[in-house]
């Protein structure tokens, strides 16, 4: 297999056409195509989001989404099941560590401890003063 013919697997691949369709564009039999394509894993996978096939680059990991925006469309859908992944860390008011609000959105302490512990010298001050 020459290395046009080689490129024109990949394009005719991430086009989403089939051996068949590939193997009479390029005059060669079904067989050929379908080991090179299995051997070099050429992706004809369509997108996850949209269904649209995918444009792979031989050599690289094959891609799930055809674009940025149905990557991050499929995961907004798919938020509520991987939720937690989209918590962004937040700094405790009372020891500064950082910890992922994962039981309320507005958790301002890390822990139960941190909280109670800052309404006791909250208390201090107010007292103080
Ligand atoms: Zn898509
Ligand atoms: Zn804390």
Not at 24 to 35: A, Q, R
Not at 87 to 97: D, L, M, R, V, Y
Not at 109 to 124: F, P, Q
């Amino acid at each position: 297999m020459t290395e046009l013919e080689e490129k024109r697997i990949w394009d005719l691949r991430s086009k989403g056409k089939g051996y068949k369709a590939i193997a009479i564009e390029l005059n060669l039999p079904t067989g050929t195509i379908k080991s090179y394509c299995t051997r070099n894993k050429v992706g004809s996978g369509k997108c996850r989001y949209c269904g649209e096939p995918i444009v792979q680059t031989p050599g690289r990991k094959p891609k799930k989404y055809c674009s940025e925006e149905c990557k991050t469309k499929w995961w907004n859908r798919n938020r509520k099941i991987i939720k937690h992944r989209f918590i962004k860390p937040k700094f405790c008011e009372h020891c500064g560590q950082s910890f992922l609000p994962i039981k309320r959105p507005s958790q301002k302490y890390c822990s139960r401890d941190c909280y109670l512990d800052h309404i006791r010298k909250g208390e201090n001050d107010v007292r103080s003063e």
